[in-house]
């Protein structure tokens, strides 16, 4: 049986342990030669074999890179504060009212109920029960609705 320790997080003043990893590569290599035989897997060379300097190198720069990532927005029926993803800047969204379902199914029920008389159309001038959209005032773009049902 092939047991191998890997030491992780290793430092650049760690080269002693890295050292010691190449080395156990390298006396792993007879080993896994005629394990990868007998599963029938070509011969895996080691990558450190001449190796003779440390891993790691002092001058390695890394490059950091900052992403922003703006959570979900949720809509409802009032004005949200948020960044426009089409203009990028930040601003309250504009709102305007459309007829949804529920508008519709007030408009049905009064039907029946009725309110033939021009009063089943109260629910179209009844802003709580018609669907949201949310625009940018900047760039006149539609950021999302909310529906009432």
């Given at each position: ?113 009725g309110c033939i008389a021009g009063c089943c159309f109260i629910p ?26």
């Amino acid at each position: 049986m092939l047991e191998i320790t890997v030491k992780k997080n290793l430092k650049e003043s760690d080269v002693g342990a890295a050292e010691w990893l190449c080395w156990r590569w390298e006396d792993l290599g007879s080993n896994l030669a005629s394990v990868t035989s007998w599963l029938g897997h070509p011969r895996v060379s080691s990558p450190y074999r001449s190796a003779s300097k440390p891993m790691f190198n002092s001058k390695t720069k890394v490059a950091v890179q900052t992403v922003y990532v703006q959570q979900p927005v949720s809509f409802f029926d009032r004005p949200v504060q948020m960044c426009c993803p089409s203009c990028n800047k930040m601003i309250v969204t504009s709102l305007s009212y459309n007829a949804g379902a529920l508008t519709w199914l007030s408009c049905g029920s009064l039907c029946l109920l009725g309110c033939i008389a021009g009063c089943c159309f109260i629910p179209f001038c009844v802003d709580a029960l018609q669907d949201v959209d949310h625009y940018c005032p900047n760039c006149k773009a539609l950021l999302g609705t909310y529906k009432r049902l």
